[in-house]
């Protein structure tokens, strides 16, 4: 199993990546950034509605915590073994755990599985569409390491229909071509687990309030003032989600600490929405879960007849 205190790559002497450190524990995250506590779902759906996003507190237990972060730690562990060079797959020294996935998926991982029953995941995610009847897309988030430097391009999760040549992952058409799928209700969520505490130093995620219905372009690295730069979710605490809408514009940023900053997640459908989804987990598996996960994830399951090849790879395939 990887280390999961990597060292930093880059030199930590490196007079231009102090400066970055400095400035970041100086002026870096969302100023009066709220972090719910767990009780207040219908307030979570309210600032989901309004930002895009929203963080609520101590969703998971301590050892919770503990079991989803040495999960990450060995998923991480298989995927570094394959990229001596840390090019990443998300940028350089930036991974996504689904993206590093043959199954583009975690969910055959035991850790994964775990957090299909947590009742505030549950609770806030039926309020954000207004039913219960949702389904998961996939287990996935990413990581990122030490030496992460750059930051990655602000951009969107989701996007209007592309044809299967470019994507087969795209599935909303007006053929009037007067809506988006930015006018829409929330059609597909991201709830991140936080198996660490997110600091100012670590690559904390940056979103831009209130973008999910923005037909704007989405600046680049060289547009994106630096506000936006600074907009990140943090300090944020171990064991906490952030719950966001995939529309909002978000992107990675400098992991200038000492240890790896990761973020699994599971992805949600509305009831309404249906993107094309790989199978996740095996039928044996499958059979394991609760009533309640079941439900969840009818659609990510493999035949019976066929074996689920997991392992890693830097490419999805």
């Not at 009780?39 to 503990?66: K, P, Y």
């Not at 071509?177 to 904390?204: A, E, K, S």
């Not at 923005?214 to 944020?236: D, K, N, Q």
């Amino acid at each position: 199993m990887m280390d999961r205190a990597e060292a930093v790559a880059t030199e930590t002497h490196d007079p231009d990546l102090e400066r970055l450190r400095a400035y970041l524990e100086a002026n870096n995250g969302i100023r009066g950034l709220e972090i719910l506590e767990r009780r207040d779902a219908r307030h979570a759906v309210e600032i989901f509605n309004r930002d895009g996003f929203v963080v609520v507190a101590d969703v998971l237990d301590s050892g919770q915590v503990e079991f989803l972060a040495n999960g990450c730690a060995e998923v991480a562990g298989q995927i570094l073994a394959l990229d001596e060079g840390r090019r990443g797959n998300r940028g350089s020294h930036r991974y996504s755990f689904g993206g590093s996935s043959l199954t583009r998926s975690q969910l055959h991982r035991p850790e994964w599985q775990m957090l299909l029953d947590i009742p505030v995941v549950t609770e806030v995610v039926s309020g954000i569409f207004g039913s219960p009847n949702y389904v998961l897309r996939a287990a996935s988030g990413d990581f990122c390491l030490p030496g992460a430097v750059e930051y990655q391009p602000l951009h969107s999760d989701v996007r209007d229909w592309r044809d299967d040549a470019t994507t087969p992952f795209s599935a909303f058409h007006d053929p009037r071509g007067q809506l988006t799928i930015r006018d829409l209700p929330c059609p597909y969520v991201c709830v991140n687990f936080l198996p660490q505490d997110v600091t100012r130093l670590n690559g904390p995620t940056r979103q831009i309030p209130g973008t999910q219905h923005a037909r704007t372009p989405i600046p680049t690295l060289a547009e994106e003032p630096e506000w936006m730069r600074l907009s990140t979710v943090c300090p944020a605490p171990a064991g906490a989600i952030m719950v966001r809408d995939v529309r909002a514009w978000h992107g990675g940023t400098p992991n200038v600490s000492d240890a790896i900053r990761s973020i699994p997640n599971l992805e949600f459908y509305a009831p309404w929405f249906r993107e094309p989804i790989v199978p996740g987990i095996s039928y044996d598996d499958y059979r394991k879960l609760s009533e309640h996960a079941q439900r969840l994830v009818r659609h990510c399951v493999a035949d019976s007849s066929q074996p689920l090849v997991t392992g890693a790879t830097l490419r999805a395939p």
